[in-house]
């Protein structure tokens, strides 16, 4: 099944969870992110990818810089082990790990969680690959991915018990807008997916599709 296709029967059935007035909420929220143009500065293909140093789940700096020198990378943004999406999304990554591998390729996943939340991530959907900690989404800053939530979708979410700044290395109510990145070893972006929708996702084929096209 594609990844598409399970993220579409994960909506579905959060339909039937979600209270109506919270979905109301993060309907509306939606399109007001919509209206602010989120993610319309985002980097794009054929820019470069800025150097970052960033944390591993064991607590080891981890910079793009070193990353490249191996070899290709594809980098997936994601919101954080309590999104079912993210999670869906994640598997799906580790299912074409030995083939990103096999072309001389790397991938990493770059999260705002605090290390000790994404290790429990990995552990959680049995990745082997590393999960990067973008302290204050600075990281996701910098390629124009960071927004904030707006406040009342802030007080959904507490409602349901996740205290976002708290699960993640900031202080605010910022999260990255899932994204996934192909850049080549000279940091060129080969390919730049991102969308606003957080439960639409690039498939990950076309990902490895693409890290195909920049050997």
């Given at each position: 099944?594609?990844?598409?296709?399970?993220?579409?029967?994960?909506?579905?059935?959060?339909?039937?969870?979600?209270?109506?007035?919270?979905?109301?909420?993060?309907?509306?929220?939606?399109?007001?992110?919509?209206?602010?143009?989120i993610?319309?500065?985002?980097?794009i293909?054929?820019?470069?990818?800025?150097?970052?140093?960033?944390?591993?789940?064991?607590?080891?700096?981890i910079?793009?810089?070193?990353?490249?020198?191996?070899?290709?990378?594809?980098?997936?943004?994601?919101?954080?082990?309590?999104?079912?999406?993210?999670?869906?999304?994640?598997?799906?990554?580790?299912?074409?790990?030995?083939?990103?591998?096999?072309?001389g390729?790397?991938?990493?996943?770059?999260?705002?969680?605090q290390?000790?939340?994404?290790?429990?991530?990995?552990?959680k959907?049995?990745?082997?690959?590393?999960?990067?900690?973008?302290?204050?989404?600075?990281?996701?800053?910098?390629l124009?991915?960071?927004?904030?939530?707006?406040?009342?979708?802030?007080?959904?979410?507490?409602?349901?018990?996740?205290?976002?700044?708290?699960?993640?290395?900031?202080?605010?109510w910022?999260?990255?807008?899932?994204?996934?990145?192909?850049?080549?070893?000279?940091?060129?972006?080969?390919?730049?997916?991102?969308?606003?929708?957080?439960?639409?996702?690039?498939?990950?084929?076309?990902?490895?599709?693409?890290?195909?096209?920049?050997?």
């Amino acid at each position: 099944m594609s990844l598409k296709a399970i993220l579409e029967e994960t909506m579905a059935a959060s339909i039937n969870k979600i209270p109506p007035e919270a979905m109301d909420i993060i309907v509306q929220s939606s399109a007001e992110l919509d209206a602010r143009g989120i993610g319309n500065s985002a980097l794009i293909a054929g820019d470069t990818l800025p150097d970052a140093t960033l944390i591993d789940a064991n607590g080891m700096p981890i910079s793009m810089a070193s990353l490249l020198e191996k070899g290709p990378l594809i980098i997936n943004f994601y919101r954080g082990g309590w999104c079912p999406y993210c999670n869906f999304e994640l598997k799906a990554y580790q299912e074409l790990l030995s083939e990103i591998q096999s072309l001389g390729g790397q991938l990493v996943a770059v999260t705002p969680e605090q290390p000790d939340n994404s290790l429990s991530t990995i552990e959680k959907n049995e990745l082997k690959f590393p999960v990067l900690t973008d302290n204050g989404n600075a990281f996701a800053q910098a390629l124009g991915l960071a927004f904030e939530l707006p406040e009342k979708l802030q007080q959904v979410y507490a409602g349901f018990g996740l205290d976002l700044p708290g699960h993640n290395a900031d202080t605010r109510w910022v999260l990255p807008i899932p994204a996934t990145l192909v850049v080549k070893p000279d940091g060129e972006i080969m390919l730049s997916h991102v969308d606003r929708n957080y439960t639409k996702r690039l498939e990950p084929r076309d990902a490895l599709a693409a890290l195909k096209a920049s050997l």
